[in-house]
């Protein structure tokens, strides 16, 4: 069974950097999608980014061009860098994996990431 633990979160002041990570066991981490997600405080868990198995990228509009995510299937571990933080990324960061194959889902327990201003 699948088994997803984020770390990385931790207190940053707005403008400073984090970068998360996801370690990946009990599966063939080269069928999954990896996915990063955040629920904010009151709000809904909404998408972040994601790469392929192949190493395709896709990133939410609101953290384009700040946040880099990437894997490395040698580690069996996700990665989301993040730069120029602001209040707004506040939230639980939850890493996702998706098997492409069978569909079936995993979730983490999430990783806290507070920025103040």
């Known amino acids: 069974q699948v088994q997803l633990v984020e770390s990385g979160g931790d207190l940053v002041q707005s403008g400073g950097s984090l970068r998360l990570s996801c370690a990946f066991t009990?599966?063939?981490?080269?069928?999954?999608?990896m996915y990063w997600y955040r629920q904010a405080p009151g709000k809904q868990r909404e998408f972040v980014a994601s790469v392929s198995p192949g190493g395709g990228t896709n990133y939410a509009d609101s953290v384009k061009g700040r946040f880099t995510i990437s894997r490395h299937h040698a580690e069996n571990t996700m990665y989301l860098q993040m730069n120029i933080l602001r209040p707004e990324d506040t939230a639980v960061y939850y890493c996702?994996?998706?098997?492409?194959?069978?569909?079936?889902?995993?979730w983490g327990q999430g990783t806290q990431v507070t920025v103040s201003s």
């Open positions: 996702s994996a998706l098997n492409v194959r069978s569909r079936q889902s995993s």
């Open positions: 009990g599966g063939i981490f080269s069928v999954y999608a």
